[in-house]
């Protein structure tokens, strides 16, 4: 069974950038597409971005295009999420996820979920 283990979230200000890795382990981690979603006190959890199980192909959600990107490396076994131009509607928890491919992250049809790293960005 796949595991991920998020880390990299912290404080940041306004304008700031923070970089969210996702260390895997388990057989499945490098055949699977990986990404990442937050979710916000009182909100659903959203999808940002995700990618393929090769990293020849991503997505970035609208909302966050051009601020965030996404990119893998299957020789460590972890996914970044490389965040730029932080807001405070930013903050959130965020979550890395794995499922079989792009559409399915995006669908929300998550087969594993890490336990979620905070993100707090101030005015």
């Known amino acids: 069974q796949a595991q991920l283990v998020e880390s990299g979230g912290g404080l940041a200000q306004t304008g700031g950038s923070l970089r969210l890795f996702c260390a895997g382990s388990g057989p499945t981690f490098t055949r699977n597409a990986l990404g990442w979603f937050r979710q916000a006190p009182g909100k659903e959890r959203d999808f940002l971005a995700a990618?393929?199980?090769?990293?020849?192909?991503?997505y970035v959600e609208d909302s966050v295009k051009g601020r965030f990107t996404i990119s893998r490396d299957n020789a460590k076994n972890t996914v970044t999420l490389t965040m730029n131009n932080l807001k405070p509607e930013d903050t959130a928890v965020y979550y890395c996820a794995a499922a079989a491919s792009i559409v399915t992250l995006k669908g929300h049809g998550v087969d594993h979920w890490g336990i979620g790293t905070l993100v707090t960005v101030s005015s």
């Open positions: 990618v393929s199980w090769s990293g020849d192909m991503t």
